[in-house]
């Protein structure tokens, strides 16, 4: 899991509230992506961030935003969950020096009642 | 023209025998095309990957091929195995400075006994 972790790795929360995922990464990679994954659908790209404070949308940013204020942390944050993002959610990193390299994390499985 | 499209989805072959998985896209920017296995409650892991200036690329029993003029690319695995069983996904990317993948939606593979 190239030194990523993820918590929590499992969230049932309820419509209308915020809820906040954590990627956490110990060798101080400047690229860090999240994802969802839902059947039918792949992976998807919610957000990425090229360094700390420095972040973009993905495809389907909608109803997330992100803050990395330090490089090991990437923190995904649903202001509002609805039943629609639930989902499993990977963050993943890319190595400096490599092409594209993407390396995941465990995921988190989030339940949104 | 941002998608891959992957088929088929789902493949069950004997053990021993030779699994494929086909996928195709339409951006012709695309130069970045990895495969990812991903066994039930885990991250996908990178498999093997290919850049369109070979047609070809062997690591062990997984063998990427890849036709430029039809836009598609496939992963064979030979001798397949019951721990082969997993799913297996597509993805493709440009280059720039964020390097987002697009990924196909996935082939569940059955290695029988």
């Known amino acids: 899991d190239a030194g990523i972790t993820q918590s929590p790795r499992h969230k049932v929360t309820e419509t209308g509230t915020p809820v906040t995922l954590r990627c956490h990464q110990t060798?101080?990679?400047?690229?860090m992506y999240w994802y969802r994954q839902d059947p039918g659908h792949g992976l998807r790209l919610i957000h990425y961030?090229?360094?700390?404070?420095?972040?973009d949308k993905g495809e389907v940013s909608d109803g997330y935003s992100v803050s990395r204020s330090k490089t090991e942390d990437f923190l995904l944050t649903l202001e509002s969950a609805t039943s629609s993002q639930t989902s499993v959610y990977f963050c993943?990193?890319?190595?400096?020096?490599?092409?594209?390299?993407?390396?995941f994390g465990p995921g988190t499985r989030l339940t949104v009642l | 023209q941002q998608q891959v499209k992957q088929s088929p989805q789902s493949l069950i072959v004997q053990k021993g025998g030779i699994s494929i998985i086909n996928c195709a896209y339409e951006?012709?920017?695309?130069?970045?095309f990895p495969w990812y296995q991903q066994f039930p409650g885990k991250g996908p892991a990178l498999l093997i990957a290919?850049?369109?200036?070979?047609s070809e690329k062997k690591e062990g029993r997984f063998t990427i091929s890849f036709n430029k003029s039809a836009k598609q690319f496939s992963l064979h695995i030979m001798d397949s195995q019951p721990g082969d069983s997993a799913t297996y996904f597509c993805?493709?990317?440009?280059?720039?400075?964020?390097?987002?993948?697009?990924f196909g939606t996935g082939t569940l593979l059955a290695v029988q006994p």
């Open positions: 060798e101080n990679h400047r690229y």
């Open positions: 993943a990193i890319r190595p400096s020096g490599t092409y594209n390299e993407q390396f």
């Open positions: 290919i850049r369109p200036d070979v």
């Open positions: 961030s090229y360094g700390v404070k420095d972040t």
């Open positions: 993805a493709a990317s440009m280059s720039g400075a964020t390097n987002k993948l697009i």
């Open positions: 951006n012709t920017a695309f130069d970045y």
